[in-house]
């Protein structure tokens, strides 16, 4: 239901090494909030943003991860059904592009071209302390098809260019599908938004 | 989550700005100014110096609030999402949403859509909207339970009907035969919830309901939970059963884990009492019967970690699979498999489910058993770091080194390396022998100064040290574990063998009354734990701090292998087990895994003959059989099936059986328990051991044998003789005082019945006797609902209030539990204590609620009883019956106390 009478509505899941910024560059897209210090992110785990693209309206739902390594496993959980992902590195660690490259192969395999990519080059305030080149990042997305873009939460550079780009991404995505499938009845608040010819039976951990 | 939306480029205030006034937009988008506009609902005409109210111009910017200037320059300010006139801080208009506008020509602007005119803040008429005070009563977040789905229905449909129409559309779920051996596959059930709730929402919408999109969803959502609160016992049956499987294994992994700290998982925790009262919200998820009450309860979990200020993302899944390994509940995945297969009308807003994703993260991420591995690395940890075989109080640093021999000690036990362990150990053992004066050795170090803590110093006293500290084999640290106990914690068999061959204490109990044994049982280590059985015959039966035996803990942790150790063993050597022993809690050890879930466990005990007797019928404290506590379905039909076979074999023997013999008869104790199981087959009614300690001890047992005759008589239906026995008359209407001539004459004739009066009321007094019996005689009559005994009896000065023996339970109960109307009206009649408590604090209205009899809860509403008493449980009735199901019953008393309740406020 990636359409309604409303708007788009989009999930956008965050993924990426501890400490590379997810959460301030979310915090900094909806809240226009900055903190150097590691401020208290549970607020931000779960935070919508409407945007109006040339008369489109779109509702983002932007989800969140934790970082570390032992959650790996329960990325699926996560990543279900969403319609884009932006992928977080830290210019300045080099560890955290491979597990950009990592993700990325994981979400190309478990959900095919469906999901739109884009990678931020996060903390580019820090560029004396750069460790992965900008060329060898730059035609890496564009190997795997993925926007890239490099952002500071700090100086609120790219990020709202980050978010507009991906979001226009699930536009066009959005409209390719439904030229596909004819529109079923538009669901809106009066109907229960039930799917009932394909009732999900796997609704089991990890679906 | 059901924020106010509309399309705002319909917006006539909009389009009045961006299209009659383009250049005052313009302007406002260039210069960065913020743009409001008020709802659609109470936009009208609009002139300029309304519309220049709306672009505000941002001042100054505190820490909380930020000062704006309106084109109009009329001061606000902005704080915690509401716009505040600087002239009335009383005013304020709330933001109901932002949207970013991204245009070709205009670039990027921001709009925040208003509740309401900025400008009004500034008249002098300012009416606040009578809308917002609604809003804050039947917004999502605050409805929970099944009484705010219930009073938020009536308040937004005027048709007090409605409800009498869902339940028709519900009894077409409730009333369908659904077969135990085969259960319904859960996507049928949904695509039967869904056509329910279709049928109950288009009754409901189809009258013009002249309510706003958001009002309809919460209602939508209110009737949702309504319909599936009510269809509860039903779907979350199957829910469980289907996840049975999972949710023991996961039960099993949540016992292994019971020690795990917040240090295990990484989470810095300032403050603990935020994990408690995460606990207690989420540890009520059971009490929640609707998908969207469980997932209200989650969330308020999630939330209460959000107190915690100085906890970040990464540690919110960790703190919440903390929390629920310390909730102890044991029916997570059917929680979880009931919120996600009965979610509709949210089934696609993405807070519910971020929610429910990160509370299946915690579930799964539990269930991979990743954590299992990371834990035993940590393993046990000596907590304190006093310790209290302290060799030398002066010197703190001989403490230290105790510590750091023994975690060395513990290293090797936990790496199963005997070499090193018997090294430590023999060496402390022998030198042991030679003891030392410490002190004054201390002295003949050569130190630079006696207290010196110098490098060189440093290395003389350790050496000292090293030589004097002692280490037995059954020494204890601050846990009172001693070496055995850590080796059996491990599971290093080895060292267990090893310590065993050298005669250390075999039943020493650490710090919670856990022997060597039980933590091999706990731990689920089936060869240690016969090694400690079949070798060194460790105490089988010895409990730990909460009552537990080492069966009730393998039990509880789900240790198939080990109950069926204990239970091969105890037949070897002949020892008999008591299935009956129940914890600190009451449970035996087939309530335990009954109530865990383990199917194995469940059955494999059920196959011991003597635990039928024993334990099948046994309540714990919360008054629960294993049969009731069982985790699901399948546990349940498993217990159900061994009662009925127990039940056949003991019909035979109730034949046969004869109160007065019972009476006469001296039985071995094992027969007695049996006797007595049957004694509550019949009547429902158990107390076992009063009982038989006031027979043994009864004296008046001449009065006894009477009333055993006279309630035999009773029970068998034989009306006459029982009068008899009680010299009662029908026939003669009851007369001692209106035949005198005067109250208190005391002419011949008057006297004459008074003396035959005494007699007859020494017999009478039998009537209001409980001897060794449970019940007295109008008991009896309660209990055979025979209204006309009971009627005379009471004519005849039977006491109405007496108790049963046990459970301490009036006639009036009786008859509630009998279902009886026509008594409990007669009983009402007598002016008996409609509220007396029994043994659990229930009154009659709460047995009512127990058992659902609607019409016994009219009737004792009515007579004046008490609504809002609560029981030893803590329940009030309403909460009874909706815990058992009855929801016509909750309902009717919704009604009675919020009726209650307006008359009061009236008055």
């Known amino acids: 239901m990636a359409f309604s009478n409303r708007g788009y509505n989009f999930k956008v899941v965050l993924l990426g090494e501890g400490c590379v910024g997810k959460t301030s560059l979310v915090l900094r897209y909806v809240e226009d909030k900055f903190s150097d210090k590691h401020i208290s992110t549970l607020q931000a785990s779960f935070l919508t943003k409407r945007i109006n693209i040339d008369g489109q309206r779109v509702n983002l739902a932007i989800w969140d991860t934790a970082g570390q390594e032992r959650f790996h496993a329960l990325g699926p959980i996560y990543y279900r059904d969403s319609h884009g992902a932006i992928l977080v590195y830290d210019i300045t660690d080099e560890d955290s592009f491979q597990k950009v490259k990592n993700w990325v192969r994981e979400l190309r395999k478990m959900l095919g071209n469906d999901i739109c990519l884009a990678i931020a080059g996060n903390k580019v305030d820090l560029e004396k302390d750069r460790h992965v080149s900008k060329e060898l990042a730059e035609t890496y997305s564009e190997e795997v098809g993925a926007f890239h873009c490099f952002t500071s939460a700090k100086t609120d550079e790219g990020v709202d260019e980050i978010f507009l780009n991906l979001s226009n991404q699930m536009m066009k995505i959005a409209l390719e599908k439904s030229d596909e499938k004819p529109i079923s009845s538009s669901p809106n608040g009066r109907n229960l938004q039930v799917v009932e010819d394909e009732p999900q039976t796997s609704r089991g951990c990890c679906g | ?907």
């Open chain 2, 1 to 907: 989550m059901n924020k106010y939306d509309e399309v705002l480029s319909e917006n006539k205030f909009f389009k009045c700005l961006k299209c009659d006034n383009f250049d005052l937009f313009k302007e406002a988008v260039s210069q960065k100014y913020l743009i409001c506009i008020p709802k659609a609902s109470v936009t009208s005409n609009v002139q300029l110096t309304t519309l220049l109210d709306h672009i505000l111009i941002p001042a100054q910017k505190n820490s909380n609030n930020i000062d704006y200037c309106t084109k109009n320059n009329n001061k606000i300010l902005l704080k915690e999402g509401k716009f505040i006139s600087k002239i009335n801080l009383n005013r304020c208009v709330n933001i109901l949403f932002e949207e970013t506008f991204y245009e070709e020509e205009l670039g990027k602007y921001k709009v925040l859509c208003v509740d309401d005119y900025i400008s009004s803040l500034f008249k002098d008429n300012f009416t606040p909207n009578p809308n917002s005070l609604l809003d804050i009563k039947h917004s999502l977040k605050n409805l929970r339970t099944i009484n705010d789905f219930i009073s938020c229905i009536s308040d937004l449909v005027d048709d007090s009907s409605v409800f009498d129409e869902f339940d028709k559309y519900l009894s077409d779920i409730l009333s369908m035969p659904f077969s135990k051996a085969n259960p319904p596959e859960t996507v049928y059930l949904r695509t039967l919830v869904h056509k329910v709730l279709k049928k109950t929402l288009n009754y409901v919408l189809q009258e013009e309901i002249k309510l706003d999109e958001n009002y309809i969803l919460v209602l939508t959502v209110c009737i949702e939970s309504y319909v599936l609160h009510n269809l509860h016992n039903i779907l979350f049956q199957y829910s469980g059963l289907e996840m049975s499987s999972k949710d023991e294994k996961l039960n099993r992994i949540l016992h292994s884990l019971k020690e795990v700290t917040e240090t295990d998982l990484n989470v810095h925790v300032t403050n603990i009492n935020c994990i408690l009262s995460a606990r207690y919200e989420l540890a009520a998820i059971n009490n929640f019967k609707s998908p969207f009450g469980k997932f209200q309860c989650i969330k308020k979990t999630i939330d209460s970690f959000k107190t915690e200020s100085k906890l970040t993302l990464d540690e919110l899944l960790p703190i919440l699979v903390l929390t629920i390994i310390k909730c102890n509940l044991s029916n997570w995945f059917a929680n979880l498999n009931f919120i996600q297969t009965y979610s509709f009308t949210l089934e696609s807003n993405s807070e519910y489910s971020f929610i429910l994703s990160t509370f299946e993260a915690a579930l799964v991420f539990l269930f991979s058993e990743e954590l299992n591995e990371q834990t035993v690395s940590s393993g046990y940890v000596l907590t304190s770091k006093e310790s209290s075989f302290c060799l030398d109080t002066f010197n703190p640093r001989a403490h230290h080194y105790g510590n750091e021999i023994i975690h060395t000690l513990y290293d090797y036990i936990k790496k199963d390396n005997l070499e090193s362990v018997k090294r430590v150990l023999e060496v402390t053992e022998s030198e042991k022998l030679v003891p030392k004066n410490f002190v004054s050795q201390k002295y003949e170090l050569n130190l630079c100064h006696p207290l010196c803590v110098c490098n060189e110093c440093k290395q003389i006293t350790q050496k000292s040290l090293k030589s004097d500290f002692v280490l037995d084999f059954n020494h204890k640290d601050e846990n009172l574990m001693t070496p055995l106990h850590i080796a059996v914690w491990y599971g290093s068999l080895n060292i267990v063998e090893y310590l065993m061959s050298k005669n250390v204490n075999l039943n020493a109990k650490n710090i919670v009354g856990m022997t060597p044994l039980h933590i091999a049982a706990y731990k689920g280590y089936q060869t240690i734990l016969l090694l400690l059985l079949l070798n060194a015959g460790c105490d089988i039966d010895s409990t730990d701090s909460t009552g537990n035996t080492a069966l009730q803990l393998t039990c509880t942790a789900g240790h198939d292998s080990c109950v069926k150790a204990l239970i091969f063993y105890a037949e070897s050597i002949g020892y008999k087990f008591n299935f009956g022993e129940k914890n600190i809690n009451g449970d035996t050890a087939l309530h335990l895994a009954s109530f865990w879930g383990y199917m194995n466990i469940v059955k494999f005990l059920l196959s011991q003959p003597r635990i039928v007797i024993e334990s099948i019928r046994t309540k714990n404290l919360k008054n629960q059989t294993p049969l009731d506590c069982a985790h699901n379905e399948a546990v349940a039909s498993l217990i159900e099936g061994a009662m009925e076979n127990a039940e056949e074999s003991a019909h035979t023997d109730l034949l046969l059986l004869n109160l007065e013999e019972r009476n006469i008869v001296k039985i071995d104790p094992e027969q007695k328990l049996h006797d007595e199981d049957i004694y509550t087959n019949t009547y429902d009614l158990e107390h076992r051991d009063t009982h038989f300690e006031v027979r043994e001890n009864s004296s008046d047992s001449e009065v006894n044998n009477i009333l055993i005759k006279i309630l035999n008589a009773i029970k068998v239906g034989d009306n006459r003789l029982a009068l008899f026995y009680l010299d009662i008359n029908v026939n003669e209407p009851n007369s001692n005082e209106s035949s005198k001539c005067h109250p208190l004459c005391q002419c011949t004739d008057c006297s004459n019945i008074d003396t035959t009066t005494i007699s007859v009321n020494k017999k009478k007094s039998l009537i209001n006797f409980i001897g060794e019996e449970n019940y007295g005689i109008l008991h009896m009559a309660v209990l055979k609902d025979d209204i006309e005994l009971c009627q005379i009896l009471l004519q005849n000065g039977a006491n109405p209030q007496a108790l049963t023996k046990s459970e301490r339970r009036s006639c009036i109960h009786l008859s509630v539990q009998r279902e009886n109307i026509e008594l409990l009206k007669l009983l009402i009649k007598f002016n008996v204590d409609i509220n007396c408590a029994d043994t659990m604090g229930n009154t009659p209205l709460h047995l009512c609620c127990i058992c659902g009899w609607k019409e016994g809860v009219i009737t004792l509403v009515e007579s004046g009883a008490e609504v809002n008493i609560n029981n030893k449980d803590g329940s009030s009735p309403k909460e009874e019956a909706d815990k058992n199901g009855h929801f016509e019953i909750v309902r009717y008393l919704v009604r009675k106390m919020s009726e209650a309740h307006k008359k009061s406020t009236f008055s």
